[in-house]
């Protein structure tokens, strides 16, 4: 069973910085590709960040140049470091695996709330 625990969400000013940790369980992280979404008020899911097992990296436009993905697959741990945040980054991020036998999770599980006030 696919589990999946966030952390590090929090409230901060514009220009404040949060890193995101999840510790993730029940498939093989080490040949899984991970990623960060995120969903602001509202059903729309949308897919921030991911990491490949080879570890290479996609970002969203929107959050180039001041977020940062990385794993450390010794503790089948995602992070997500946000810089320089802005009010439009508030929203619940989960991480996930990009897809696991055919199955897309995207946003999946608890996630942790981000809250950017200008």
């Known amino acids: 069973e696919v589990q999946l625990v966030e952390s590090g969400g929090g409230s901060v000013q514009a220009g404040g910085s949060l890193r995101l940790s999840c510790t993730a369980s029940g498939f093989t992280f080490d040949d899984s590709d991970m990623g960060w979404y995120r969903q602001a008020p509202g059903p729309e899911c949308e897919l921030v960040s991911t990491i490949s097992s080879d570890g290479s990296t996609y970002y969203t436009d929107s959050v180039k140049g001041r977020f940062t993905i990385s794993q450390d697959n010794a503790k089948n741990t995602v992070y997500l470091q946000m810089n320089s945040l802005k009010p439009e980054d508030t929203g619940v991020y989960f991480c996930?695996?990009?897809?696991?036998?055919?199955?897309?999770?995207?946003?999946w599980g608890q996630g942790t709330q981000v809250t950017v006030s200008s």
């Open positions: 996930a695996p990009v897809e696991i036998n055919g199955r897309i999770f995207g946003c």
